[in-house]
């Protein structure tokens, strides 16, 4: 089975950065994926890592380490607009099924 | 840009009634998924369908559900029977399974069960 953790709830400003960590327990993995939700909407595809090291894309990056089960979404320079539900999703070796982190709710004040 | 579309957007039914969802993927995904969210919880995997067949299922995916690809566009989730538990938004998603694969959602279908 798959078991992900994540915060529940962050808190940060305007214009800062903020880094949501992930943790997994997998018996099988074929990449790591984090998804943005706004309230009352679907998810939304961030970023994807399979291998250990960090992606960037724009104010988004993410970092994996497959021997640590941990991963993180950095954002930066916060945007009031990026206040949302950010979902870290493990995709199962045969892509059968993508099992999702209960998500962290990021709260961005002025 | 390529989209899933799934209708209905809201329905609301009696506990004991049958319900379709309807989801049209992305035209050349080969991987397509359901998924419910009830308010507040996390998303969970109902079922995933590859080459014409279920290729896994959840524990909540029980008997009085099903899925079928009846045409070469659509997916369809059916629930037989309604329960008060069923309430939740259910996504379909679609991937094409290379590159980075990603889960394309579709916007969700609101499910009530009064």
């Known amino acids: 089975g798959q078991n992900i953790d994540q915060p529940t709830e962050m808190t940060a400003t305007e214009g800062a950065i903020v880094q949501i960590n992930c943790t997994y327990q997998t018996s099988g993995f074929n990449g790591l994926f984090w998804y943005q939700q706004h309230a009352g909407e679907a998810p939304t595809f961030l970023s994807y890592n399979v291998l250990d090291g960090l992606e960037e894309k724009g104010r988004f990056s993410s970092f994996l380490s497959r021997s640590k089960g941990y991963s993180y979404l950095l954002l930066k320079e916060l945007q009031m607009k990026d206040s949302a539900s950010y979902l870290c999703a493990v995709r199962d070796r045969n892509f059968n099924k993508f099992y999702f982190g209960s998500g962290t709710k990021l709260n961005v004040k002025p | 840009e390529p989209e899933v579309t799934q209708t209905p957007s809201h329905q609301v039914t009696q506990m004991g009634q049958e319900v379709i969802l309807r989801c049209v993927p992305i035209s050349n995904h080969l991987y397509f998924y359901w998924y419910r969210q009830i308010l507040g919880q996390k998303v969970e995997f109902l079922v995933s369908?590859?080459?014409?067949?279920?290729?896994?299922k959840s524990e909540i995916f029980d008997d009085q559900f099903s899925v079928e690809r009846p045409d070469g566009s659509n997916f369809t989730l059916k629930i037989r029977s309604t329960k008060l538990e069923d309430s939740a938004m259910y996504f379909c998603?679609?991937?094409?399974?290379?590159?980075?694969?990603?889960?394309?959602f579709g916007e969700g279908s609101r499910l009530t069960v009064l």
């Open positions: 998603a679609s991937s094409d399974g290379a590159n980075t694969g990603e889960l394309f």
């Open positions: 369908f590859y080459n014409n067949e279920i290729s896994e």
